[in-house]
T-cell receptor
Framework: QQQVKQSPQSLIVQKGGISIINCAYE??????FPWYQQFPGKGPALLIA?????SEKKEGRFTISFNKSAKQFSLHIMDSQPGDSATYFC??????????????FGKGTKLSVIP | EAGVTQSPTHLIKTRGQQATLRCSPI?????VYWYQQALGLGLQFLLW???????NRGNFPPRFSGRQFPNYSSELNVNALELEDSALYLC???????????FGPGTRLTVL
C-alpha cells in the first residue's frame, strides 16, 4: 500500500514535443505529491509538487495533473528541450507514526529529448 | 545558502569491510534522511534522524546504522559490506517549517 508505481521506465521525445510521465498510488493517506528531477551525478532536485485538493498545478513548462478518484497523477513537460533530459521521480508523502513525513518514490523515468 | 553536502564523492570497499558516509544538512535544517539508490530500484528510504535521535528506519538490516551530531550533521555506517550494497547513497535534509526534502549529490559506494 506504500507503493508508488511510475511509468514509463524510459521515454524518448523530440524537441518541442510533450513529455508525459504517469504515477499511481494506493494509500489514501498520502497528502503531498512532489516530482523530483535528477541529472547524472547529481542528487534529485524538487521540480514541482501538488496537494490532493488541487487537480492541476502549472509552473512554467511543467504541469502536474492530479486525479484523486483514480489515485493517479502525472507530469507533463510542454515544449520539451534537450536540457530536460534527466531522470524524473514521482513521490508521495505520508505522515509517519514518528511524527515526520516519509516520502515514497516511484522507480523513475529516464527522459531523453532528442533534437 | 549552501546546499546539502556529502562526503566522500566516491568510496570503494571490499566485501566484509565497513563504510562511513557523511552528510551536512542545509543550515537551519534539523532533519536528515538517508536513501539508497540502487540501479533500477529508485530511491529506498534508509533512515531518518531529527534532533539527534533516530526517528524511523526503512526495511534494511541492522548493519545499516548511523547517527546525528549536535550540529545536525549525520553519518551513515554500513558494516559487513555485501556486493549488493553498491549504490548511490543520498542524504536529504528538511526543516520543521517547510518539511520539503532537499538532496545532496550523493556518495557512490562500490563494493568489490
Amino acid at each position: 500500500q506504500q507503493q508508488v508505481k511510475q511509468s514509463p521506465q524510459s521515454l524518448i521525445v523530440q524537441k518541442g514535443g510533450i513529455s508525459i510521465i504517469n504515477c499511481a498510488y494506493e494509500n489514501t493517506a498520502f497528502d503531498y505529491f512532489p516530482w523530483y528531477q535528477q541529472f547524472p551525478g547529481k542528487g534529485p532536485a524538487l521540480l514541482i509538487a501538488i496537494r490532493p485538493d488541487v487537480s492541476e498545478k502549472k509552473e512554467g513548462r511543467f504541469t502536474i495533473s492530479f486525479n484523486k478518484s483514480a489515485k493517479q497523477f502525472s507530469l507533463h513537460i510542454m515544449d520539451s528541450q534537450p536540457g530536460d533530459s534527466a531522470t524524473y521521480f514521482c513521490a508521495a508523502r505520508v505522515r509517519s507514526g514518528a511524527g515526520s513525513y516519509q516520502l515514497t518514490f516511484g522507480k523513475g523515468t529516464k527522459l531523453s529529448v532528442i533534437p | 545558502e549552501a546546499g546539502v553536502t556529502q562526503s566522500p564523492t566516491h568510496l570503494i570497499k571490499t566485501r566484509g569491510q565497513q563504510a562511513t558516509l557523511r552528510c551536512s544538512p542545509i543550515s537551519g535544517h534539523t532533519s536528515v534522511y538517508w536513501y539508497q539508490q540502487a540501479l533500477g530500484l529508485g530511491l529506498q528510504f534508509l533512515l531518518w534522524y531529527d534532533e539527534g535521535e533516530e526517528r524511523n528506519r526503512g526495511n534494511f538490516p541492522p548493519r545499516f546504522s548511523g547517527r546525528q551530531f549536535p550540529n545536525y550533521s549525520s553519518e551513515l555506517n554500513v558494516n559487513a559490506l555485501e556486493l549488493e550494497d553498491s549504490a548511490l547513497y543520498l542524504c536529504a535534509s528538511s526543516s520543521q517549517v517547510t518539511d520539503t526534502q532537499y538532496f545532496g549529490p550523493g556518495t557512490r559506494l562500490t563494493v568489490l
